[in-house]
């Protein structure tokens, strides 16, 4: 991320690239910039905000789908002592608004081999014993973008239950605003993630279906329709796609199966 | 009847024998046992600095939680868990400006004004459930156990919270005369094991453990029942190596007091999880034809 | 042993500080040494909690920060419920060990734990003595 010189027109018509195109007469609104005050237009994201006051993101920036976890950010309403948190890509920015980035949290992430550590909640537990370090006072919760419940899932973790955890954090986009603000030091965002490791690698019954595909796969049974493929032209690919037979939407279940099964 | 229920962390796993033969007994005397929703840790010790209100917010959220339930009372069997939710609560109580504070910083919470009791199980048993009529439901009588019931430090200390007063060990001695077990005097039945200090010093080298198995043997004591999962690590799962470097002259095998009552009220021996003990505990029940299959 | 008290040694400051953190005034202190008395710990320390409460008494800072007494402490209020002055010694204990911890210095490195210490203990361990241990 760096700075730019500030478009000398105040409200541009048309922005072009990563830049918003604003409709005629677009109102701004202040915001502070690290600090800086900028005159932006309303109804933008944080993101494209700074975007339309000269920033560059050259990191910090992922998805803009509000999913990738890379553009997390602090911010305090001028006036009022209280900290809010959202993602750059989906927060629109209000007018009074102080910004911050945490692109990146210099959080602890512990070296495993998945395979060796074993399914029991100790192996969590010696991998991040700074859980225990939790004081309950459920900052992270506050701070996640995400509406996970922070606290529910480190507690989940000290009592040893991996399901609860896995599940409570299975929205978590390692954006690490929780350890930002964790006076226990604790990467929560980490540890939910070996949570979910483990639960899906010892815990959760295997899919006996995915196991005779996989099998199928191996075995080179598509490996004919593949190399079929790869020798059609761009404009008999996008024929067949088009032509592809689809489950109707909404059918019942079982109640459909395609006329062509020689790939079931 | 129903009472709330806080378990705490180890109950969970490391010290299930303590939560579940607990559980199970109550249910066994007709109690609807609920444990209370979306409960964090406790904070196991409470902070003894003047100025420190943080680590009041864990055991506080634990309380809201049965607040929010409409819970009036609140039971707890870790000695660990009852002082820092009962010193906490007591806060809440009595101190006007932390009160506000610590209610004024959850500001995502409703606010807490001491409104739940914390009561320890042996409390609860005695006044839910009374000594005759525990007596009356005994299937199994300890018959010949020579218990000694060892309390440590967080069930009595300080006075403000503590289940009984020092040198008082009424509640867990009635309980034992209740199941026809043999209760002994106990000078150690609340001196400190050592509790987080094993994390300072090397296994079975806990000089607070080791005097306290060598006075109970020394006493005549075959039995320690206790109500702590970090008094049982030490003086329990650290006894062998306690022994092998000399430390104790003898084993003496070590119970939570829960395990003994689920046993005399003839539950399934299952549920008293003596896997999690040290093996000599199982044997000396098995030894003296306690134990009930399912 | 004896201890030389000057104004070298001596500061006024972290008695009163001493006295904040705890909550207590550790001048009330007569040096009855029942504290000593209840220690379960007292073989494993160092100084006795009644000579740390007279070192208390003079505020003899460098000499309280480095004797290991309140780090052997393990806060089970024997010696508070016991001392005929009502001092709540185990919170002059904490105040202590806060000392040290509240500078960012911990007495244990949860990550310098062995895993197989960490996977043996009960919960309820870790998370009293990281209290106790850590800042």
């Not at chain 1, 000290?158 to 390692?174: H, P, V, Y």
């Amino acid at each position: 991320m760096c700075e730019t010189k500030q478009k000398t027109q105040a409200t541009p018509k048309v922005a072009t690239g990563d830049r918003a195109i604003l409709p005629e007469g677009a109102k701004t609104i202040p915001v502070y910039i690290m600090g800086k005050k900028y005159e932006v237009p309303e109804t933008l994201t944080i993101m494209k905000a700074m975007e339309f006051a000269g920033f560059h993101f050259l990191r910090g920036a992922g998805c803009r789908g509000g999913i990738c976890g890379a553009c997390p950010t602090v911010y305090r309403m001028a006036g009022d002592y209280k900290l809010h948190f959202g993602l750059a890509c989906q927060t629109v920015v209000q007018a009074d608004m102080y910004l911050a980035q945490i692109p990146f949290f210099p959080a602890n992430r512990a070296d495993y081999s998945i395979e060796e550590i074993g399914g029991l909640p100790e192996a969590i537990h010696a991998l991040y014993p700074e859980l225990f370090r939790c004081v309950a006072c459920n900052q992270c919760t506050k701070a996640c973008p995400m509406d996970v419940d922070v606290l529910g899932y480190i507690s989940a973790l000290k009592q040893g239950n991996i399901e609860k955890a896995a599940k409570l954090s299975f929205d978590c986009i390692q954006c690490g605003l929780c350890a930002s603000r964790c006076m226990g030091e604790i990467p929560q965002y980490h540890a939910a993630q070996l949570a979910r490791r483990i639960y899906g690698r010892y815990i959760l019954p295997n899919a006996e279906h995915l196991k005779t595909r996989v099998e199928a796969i191996e075995a080179g049974h598509y490996d004919a329709m593949l190399a079929e493929l790869e020798q059609m032209s761009k404009e008999d690919l996008e024929k067949k796609y088009v032509e592809r037979e689809r489950e109707p939407d909404f059918a019942e279940v079982g109640s459909w199966s395609p006329a062509e099964t020689k790939y079931l | 009847m129903k009472i709330s229920y806080y378990p705490g962390c180890t109950l969970k796993t490391k010290a299930k024998n303590l939560d579940i033969a607990a559980v199970a007994s109550l249910e066994a005397l007709g109690v609807e046992v609920e444990e209370i929703d979306r409960w964090n840790c406790c904070g196991a010790v409470h902070s003894l600095t003047a100025d420190d209100l943080i680590h009041q917010v864990g055991p506080v959220r634990n309380l809201i939680r049965a607040k929010e339930m409409g819970a009036e009372k609140l039971i707890t069997l870790c000695s660990m868990c009852y002082n820092t939710l009962a010193r906490a609560n007591q806060i809440m109580k009595t101190d006007p400006v932390k009160r506000d504070t610590i209610n004024r910083f959850m500001d995502e919470e409703i606010d807490y004004n001491g409104e739940v009791e914390v009561v320890h199980y042996l409390s609860f048993l005695k006044e839910a459930i009374g000594w005759e009529k525990l007596k009356q439901q005994v299937k199994v009588p300890l018959t010949g156990l020579k218990i000694g019931s060892y309390y440590g430090c967080t069930l009595q200390r300080p006075a403000e919270v503590g289940i009984e007063p020092f040198g008082h060990f009424e509640l867990m001695n009635d309980m034992f005369r209740s199941l026809g077990a043999t209760v002994m005097g106990f000078a150690d039945a609340d001196k400190c094991c050592g509790s987080y200090q094993v994390l300072s010093s090397a296994p079975g080298e806990n000089s607070a453990s080791a005097n306290i198995i060598n006075t109970a043997a020394g006493q005549g004591i075959e039995a320690l029942a206790t109500s702590c999962p970090l008094c049982e690590f030490n003086l329990g799962k650290q006894q062998q190596q306690m022994l092998d470097k000399g430390n104790i002259e003898q084993n003496v095998p070590t119970y939570y007091f829960s395990q003994l009552l689920a046993v005399a009220l003839g539950l399934d021996s299952e549920l008293c999880h003596f896997e999690l003990n040290d093996r000599q505990s199982l044997t000396l029940l098995e030894n003296k034809n306690y134990l009930v299959a399912a | 042993m004896t201890l030389p008290i000057s104004d070298q040694s001596l500061s006024l400051s972290s008695i009163a500080e001493i006295n904040t953190l705890s909550g207590e005034n550790v001048k009330v202190c007569m040096q009855c040494a029942t504290c000593t008395g209840m220690c379960p710990m007292a073989q494993e320390m160092d100084f006795s909690p009644r000579k740390v409460m007279h070192f208390a008494q003079f505020g003899l800072i460098d000499k309280l920060l480095e004797i290991n007494t309140f780090w052997k402490c393990a806060s089970c209020h024997a010696c508070s419920v016991k001392c005929p002055r009502g001092i709540d010694i185990a919170k002059v204990m904490e105040a202590l060990r806060q000392q040290t911890l509240r500078k960012s210095k911990n007495h244990i490195e949860p990550s310098q734990m062995a895993k197989e210490t960490i996977t043996e203990l009960p919960q309820i361990a870790l998370v009293a003595g990281f209290r106790k241990f850590t800042s």
